[in-house]
């Protein structure tokens, strides 16, 4: 029996998520996994997904890609709204949770307050896994060098450039960097662009 | 994908509070709304594929709708309870799909149905959907639940048919 034909073109309440699951969640977790891998490095978003107000298209696919029933979710005031909510509850089913403390998974912008970065898990020295991971959803990424990025997975030196980085988010980038094995991890989402900071990075600013 | 806590009962457990424990043991309490399309769903649930695409294909070709999550397959525990009214327990794992699509007014329509027919699922969610809409495949539906009632009734009696009835005339301690 032939699938019903769909009809495109029409804009619900709530969402889409991922157009072929497997493939697509897929094919963002690869480019997760080598942001992560190449701190720094810029990538592209490989598909294209419906974001809710509140979030980007790259934190949205962030989400769907890696979030489910057992990470709880902080969205920051900046980026909560109904439809965020309705939207990660749907296709995550993850618990958002008002302590960022109580977080695996925190979504912000640069012009929050970021002192809810010190009160993110960081892990503990026998499950440093258990720390959270941040994701500031940003207007544009390049390589210009504003920061100069040492550490592994970087052969000698990177540059990364991120637009609107205020200097709060270095003095606790400073912090966290001290804490290894423990530490937050932080990724960049520009709407179609994501670079990963990862714990271990070192940061000399410009 | 691995089985969900359904939210109702997630609701449903904080609502009622650890003080009546007891109360968990019977079913949660459902408006008529919600009653209504429990109704629908299962019926739609236990309809075959080609039924359920003939009469939407004959019907309701021209609606406009989208998926909103492409069905999926994934396992959920059935659970029972001993002698059919004793304590639950886990009765064993079985194959379900889900799917949930949304009409061009935004109506969305969910469908959970056994097994592994991706299709099925997709046309169950859209005839709820339009039943959430404005209730047209009532008559539709009505029809499905009394064929399903009349192979149900008819199964009962041959099952019945078999039935064997085991007495004690005289048991040993008794002597």
């Not at chain 1, 949205?60 to 920051?76: C, G, K, N, R, Y």
């Not at chain 2, 059935?78 to 009765?91: E, S, T």
């Not at chain 2, 061009?104 to 097994?115: E, F």
Request: hydrophobic residues 40%; contains cysteine; glycine residues 6%.
């Amino acid at each position: 029996m032939t699938a019903p034909h769909t009809t495109s073109g029409i804009a619900p309440d709530l969402l889409p998520g991922f157009e072929h699951d497997a493939f697509q969640s897929n094919a963002v977790f690869r480019t997760v996994l080598d942001a992560m891998s190449r701190p720094g490095n810029i990538y592209n978003l490989p598909i294209s997904i419906a974001a809710p107000d509140g979030l980007n298209e790259t934190a949205t696919a962030f989400a769907l890609a890696m979030i489910d029933m057992d990470t709880p979710v902080w969205l920051s005031p900046a980026c909560i709204s109904g439809a965020a909510i309705t939207h990660l509850k749907f296709h995550c089913g993850c618990p958002i949770v008002d302590d960022a403390a109580k977080a695996d998974f925190a979504f912000a912008r640069l012009d929050d307050d970021l002192s809810f970065l010190s009160r993110l898990a960081v892990g503990n020295a026998e499950y440093p896994d258990q720390s959270a991971t941040v994701v500031f959803m940003v207007d544009a990424i390049s390589d210009h060098p504003d920061m100069i990025l040492t550490g592994p997975g970087i052969k000698e030196t990177h540059m990364l450039s991120v637009a609107g980085l205020p200097a709060a988010f270095h003095t606790w980038r400073r912090e966290n960097t001290t804490l290894f094995p423990c530490g937050v991890d932080v990724i960049f989402a520009s709407p179609h662009q994501i670079a990963a900071l990862p714990r271990t990075t070192r940061i000399e600013v410009k | 994908m691995t089985a969900q806590t359904a939210p109702q009962s997630a609701t449903g457990q904080s609502q009622h509070g650890q003080n009546q424990n007891a109360k968990n043991q019977t079913e949660p309490e459902i408006d008529a709304a919600t009653a209504a399309r429990k109704y629908w769903m299962s019926i739609l649930a236990r309809t075959d594929c080609n039924t359920l695409a003939t009469h939407w294909q004959g019907n309701y070709a021209d609606v406009a709708w989208q998926t909103l999550r492409a069905p999926q397959i994934g396992m959920v525990m059935v659970r029972g309870r001993a002698g059919g009214a004793g304590q639950r327990f886990n009765l064993g794992e079985m194959t379900v799909t889900r799917c949930s699509v949304t009409l061009a007014d935004g109506t969305i329509g969910h469908a959970y149905v056994k097994g592994r027919d991706r299709t099925q699922a997709e046309y169950a969610a859209l005839f709820d959907a339009v039943m959430l809409r404005d209730g047209a495949a009532q008559s539709f539906i009505d029809d499905l639940a009394q064929k399903q009632a009349v192979v149900k009734r008819d199964h009962a009696r041959k099952i019945a048919a078999t039935k064997v009835d085991f007495f004690t005339l005289v048991r040993g301690e008794d002597e």
